[in-house]
């Protein structure tokens, strides 16, 4: 074999190592990172003054034209109809439900919505699956938490129970800013866009929270569930 015919074949043969590498990197190459679970917090953070952390929120809205999820809070638990009606023009994708009971802290439950279904049969369908979740507390837990979930499951089962207490929607900074004047809404965080669902982490302001996000008090007697 002559010296440029020993060089044709080893440069083939390098060519050939170098497409067979390339295949194996991108057939076997590690999967991309996913989002960590509950790494974008929607919500104020334990002991935060409220005051402040709503005048913050604004500055957080996406930038015109690109939708984002947003966790919108109302200043009191709403009806289904009532919250369909707040949440009007934007996509709700998940409903946090709690049952207000004076001075007894209650369970927040967070619900998503079923895909391609009308809000309202959606929202309400929730509902009914936050109840059984209550029931289902209610048959597990004893003392004074198994009074508190009978509570929630029988005030749950009412179709105008005033259960909803914050939406997870999807809109654009034009949507979410009609959405924060309406009556009712208390305020609208926007998450970072390209934000997923998998990296919420909720949790909404209560209504009785008004000067710092503490825990409220559970003192209060539970009506018999």
Known sequence: MTPRRRLAVLGACIVVALLVALYGATQFAPPAPQPSP??????????????AYLAGLPAELPPPGVETL???????????????????????DTAVLRVPLT?????????PLDPGVAPETA??????????????D???????????????????????????LALVVRSDRAGLQ???????V?????????????ELALAPLLPEQTVRADPPP???PVPPG
């Open 178 to 184: 009609t959405l924060a004047a309406r009556p009712g």
């Open 123 to 136: 929202l309400d369908t929730v509902r009914r699956r936050a109840q059984m979740q209550a029931d289902a």
């Open 186 to 198: 208390r305020a609208v965080e926007a998450a970072p866009p390209g934000t997923t669902d998998r």
């Open 103 to 111: 001075r007894v802290q209650t369970a927040l439950r967070f619900e």
């Open 38 to 51: 509950g790494s974008v917090r929607l919500g104020p953070e334990p002991g935060d003054d409220v005051a």
């Open 218 to 220: 559970d003192d209060g």
């Open 138 to 164: 209610a048959a597990r837990l004893t003392g004074r938490p198994h009074d508190v979930a009978a509570a929630e499951a029988v005030a749950l089962a009412d179709p105008g129970c005033r259960c909803v």
């Open 70 to 92: 947003a966790l919108v809070q109302f200043g009191a638990e709403l009806t289904v109809p009532d919250a369909v009606a707040a949440a009007s023009g934007s996509v709700i």
